[in-house]
């Protein structure tokens, strides 16, 4: 993993020379792996926002349940961090092509951030990934096959043809910059914390890279004396069609197991082995985290609970880890005063087809009933 010299980042890495810069992940270069601004790839990256979840809180029972929302990221999820910061160093690097496994919001947003880096993409990705993702890297000239099988298959192909080919492997972790464009997530959440950690963060683990990442974050700001000691208890959200973290946690492993026949409405999370699992697993125990598996029902029902309470759209992954947060205040976990954030990975716009009920269909010539309850 990259690490940098902290005492002389700390010079000018500092809370008050923070709050003046631009509001993008950038403005943590300090702490990121390029060298030269000048290679910057940017579709202009915004700070996203941590929106209070005033009515659905209320509902659960948590009084400080909040979002964050990376649905409003390029590309439409927070895969553009990793991706701008990933492909902007392998860019600086000099690297021309790149190969990746995916299960479809990192090929689509690796693919959009190559195409404008000048590198070419060669992407596989299971064959039930979702349609819009398979679009996404075509529309940007990506070179796309689909595999019979899972992300873990898809990385076997990618493995076989970096092997043969020689060329960039940009597979979750198997390149150490993916992760430090992940980080910034932390740095952002830190900062509009007012420099301080929330209770609890609910992250939807797949690969867990997003998660690691937060943990990373928060361990280098501590280290530079930017912030106190304590951790926020990390839990990670998986589905129980693919929970090899929570089975691993639940036997106080340190790392997991192959989960056999994974499968998952919330696709992005639906990695049977993850190559991070024993970082995420000690995420978990240093931080007095724990794992917890939902069920595909309570997430759809989840996801269609926040757009009726709250107004948002969010993704299948995101609305897992607030089905997470009610089953863990039910159970006591939780408390009611806890300062409760959750990681919406990304927006729900790229999945109608989750979400999308049978609907009434209407000759011209008919007429509506409204019975209004204001
Ligand atoms: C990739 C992805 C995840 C899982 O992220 P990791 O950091 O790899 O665990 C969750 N949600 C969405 C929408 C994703 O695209």
Redesign the pocket.
């Given at each position: 993993m990259a690490r940098y010299d902290l005492l002389a980042a700390g010079k000018t890495f500092t809370r008050e020379s923070l709050a003046a810069r631009e509001p993008s992940l950038w403005r943590y270069s300090e702490l990121l792996p390029l060298r030269e601004t000048a290679n910057r790839i940017s579709f202009g990256e915004q700070l996203t926002p941590v929106v209070p979840m005033r009515a659905l809180g209320s509902a659960l029972g948590l009084d400080r349940l909040s979002l964050k929302d990376e649905g409003l990221l390029p590309t439409g999820?927070f895969?553009a961090r990793g991706a701008a910061v990933g492909i902007s160093r392998a860019r600086e690097l000099g690297v021309r092509a790149f190969a990746m496994p995916t299960?479809?919001?990192?090929g689509g947003a690796w693919a959009a951030y190559g195409t404008r880096a000048g590198i070419e993409a060669y992407i596989v990705m299971p064959k039930g990934a979702p349609a819009i993702n398979k679009v996404e890297c075509i529309v940007s000239g990506a070179h796309v096959w689909l595999v019979d099988g899972l992300i873990s298959d898809a990385g076997k192909i990618v493995a076989k043809a970096v092997a043969e080919y020689g060329i960039y492997d940009a597979s979750?972790l198997k390149e150490p910059y993916r992760i430090e464009g992940?980080k910034t997530l932390g740095f952002e959440l830190i900062e509009q914390f007012a420099w301080s950690v929330p209770d609890v963060i609910l992250y939807?683990?797949?690969?867990?890279?997003?998660?690691i990442g937060i943990y990373k974050a928060i361990r280098e700001l501590q280290a530079m004396g930017l912030l106190e000691e304590r951790l926020p208890r990390f839990v990670a959200v998986q589905a129980e069609g693919c929970a090899p973290i929570v089975r691993a946690f639940d036997a106080r492993q340190t790392e997991s197991t192959f989960w056999k026949d994974s499968q998952t409405v919330a696709f992005?999370?639906n990695?049977p082995k993850a190559l991070g699992d024993f970082l995420v697993l000690e995420a978990l125990y240093e931080s007095g985290g724990t794992a917890i598996a939902v069920d595909d029902s309570s997430i759809v029902a989840m996801q269609r609970r926040i757009g009726q309470a709250e107004g948002l759209f969010i993704?299948p992954?995101g609305a897992a880890t607030l089905a997470a947060a009610a089953e863990l205040r039910r159970r006591e976990w939780i408390a009611r005063h806890e300062r409760v954030l959750a990681i919406n990975?990304?927006t729900g716009l790229k999945y109608p087809d989750v979400t999308l009920p049978e609907l009434e269909l209407l000759q011209p010539d008919a007429t509506i009933r409204i019975e209004t309850h204001k």
């Open positions: 999820s895969k299960n479809g919001n990192a979750t992940k939807p683990t797949g690969g867990g890279v997003g998660l992005g999370i990695v993704c992954e990975t990304g």
